[in-house]
């Protein structure tokens, strides 16, 4: 059974840093694109950031480029994203997905989704 269990949401002032997990398992993921999105109150999941796990390429949406940076660890078959420079618009529910190797922007593209964690970003 596959799963994607993200962790190390919490709250944080703005400029802060935080750094979510998200813990696969259930199958072999080196051949996909883990991805990172967000869902703020009243809006839309939207794409964050993605790595292809096994040749490290990422992709960032413009919105977090040059603030958030996604890694992996294989030993312990988790990925990571690190966020610096919050803002208080970064606040939302944070899922981890995954897909077979490449990397897409839209939702309904990727196959298995985490439950999510909360990231709060105050004033």
Same mark, same amino acid.
């Given at each position: 059974?596959?799963?994607?269990v993200? @962790? ?7 400029? *802060? @840093? ?13 051949t =996909?694109?883990?991805? &990172?999105f ?17 040749? *490290?390429?990422?992709y =960032?949406? $413009?919105?977090?480029? *040059?603030?958030? %940076? ?19 618009? $970064? %606040?939302a529910?944070? =899922?981890c ?7 897409v922007?839209?939702?309904?593209? =990727?196959?298995? &989704?985490?439950? *999510? %964690?909360?990231? %709060?970003? @105050?004033?």
């Amino acid at each position: 059974q596959v799963q994607l269990v993200e @962790s190390g949401g919490g709250l944080v002032q703005a400029g *802060g @840093s935080l750094r979510l997990s998200c813990a696969a398992s259930g199958r072999t993921f080196s051949t =996909y694109a883990m991805a &990172w999105f967000r869902q703020a109150p009243g809006k839309e999941r939207e794409f964050v950031a993605a790595m292809i796990w096994n040749s *490290g390429s990422t992709y =960032y949406a $413009d919105s977090v480029k *040059g603030r958030f %940076t996604c890694s992996r660890d294989n030993a312990k078959n988790t990925v990571y994203l690190q966020m610096n420079s919050l803002k208080p618009e $970064d %606040t939302a529910v944070y =899922y981890c997905a995954a897909r077979p190797r490449s990397i897409v922007v839209l939702t309904r593209n =990727y196959d298995y &989704w985490g439950r *999510g %964690t909360q990231v %709060t970003v @105050s004033s």
